[in-house]
């Protein structure tokens, strides 16, 4: 080979190498480097997956208030009950999620609700109630006797659940075999004690019965591991 056929082949072969670099180099930095490690955009602009709520999470409401007052109530007709098998209402989970009281954590248990005498002193007056359960009446359509319907917190008081955010009260129509006029009949009642009991004593987690209890009260028990 002539000296320069071996110069052009030499030249060649370095362009060759130096291709092959960069093309290994570029394949690394890809394949760790597009997305912000702190879950940033990425470095090609495109939005990096956020970091998302844990399902099923119940909102947090403002708490106890010193003076409370009557809160907006969803739009007339907007909200419908829903019934288990055994025909025992639950809630229109748009209009009645759930929301929780921001004092009550695993860490205040024995100064909030595991206290004698805590719901009593952060729940609202009938001046209060009384007009935004005729106003959430309308809401889910609910045209019976209201002395027979119970204003309820989804999430109870006594579980943790917020004193007067709207999205956590709602009408609950009479169960099955109540007697006309007689009042609320609200066998929720029994079960928020059980899980109240549970929750105090250590057996379950608050966070636990307050997601059984929102979900489906009538499950609410067994979602936990108590029984019925």
């Known amino acids: 080979m002539s000296l320069n056929a071996r110069s052009r082949s030499a ?3 370095a362009v060759a190498a130096v291709t092959v670099l960069a093309t290994t180099l570029a394949g690394c930095s890809s394949g760790k480097g597009d997305a912000d490690p702190k879950g940033g955009a990425s470095r090609s602009g495109t939005a990096a997956p956020s970091a998302s709520a844990p399902s099923g999470a119940i909102a947090v409401g403002p ?5 409370y007052t009557v809160q907006h109530q969803p739009a007339p007709g907007s909200c419908h009950f829903r019934y288990t098998a055994d025909k025992q209402p639950l809630p229109d989970p748009k209009c009645t999620p759930g929301a929780t009281n921001p004092k009550v954590t695993p860490q205040t248990l024995t100064t ?3 206290r004698s005498g805590y719901t009593k002193g952060i729940r609202p007056p009938v001046s209060i109630t009384n007009r935004e359960k005729a106003a959430n009446a309308k ?16 999430i109870s008081l006594q579980l943790g659940g917020d004193p007067n955010d709207p999205r956590n009260i709602w009408v ?16 929720k009642d029994g079960v ?3 899980l109240k009991a549970a929750v105090c004593a250590g057996r379950t987690d608050l966070a636990k019965a ?3 209890i929102a979900h489906d009260w ?3 028990l067994s979602t936990v591991g108590l029984k019925e």
């Not at 708490?63 to 003076?67: L, R, V």
């Not at 889910?140 to 027979?148: A, E, I, R």
């Not at 009479?174 to 609320?184: K, L, Q």
């Open 11 to 13: 030249r060649w072969a």
């Open 63 to 67: 708490g106890p208030q010193s003076t």
């Open 112 to 114: 909030t609700i595991c």
């Open 139 to 154: 809401s889910y359509g609910y045209t019976g006797p209201l002395h027979d319907a119970e204003y309820d917190h989804l």
């Open 172 to 187: 609950e129509p009479p169960s099955p075999g109540h007697r006309p006029g007689a009042g609320p009949n609200n066998p």
């Open 192 to 194: 928020e004690n059980k």
């Open 210 to 212: 307050q997601q059984a």
């Open 218 to 220: 009538t499950t609410a």
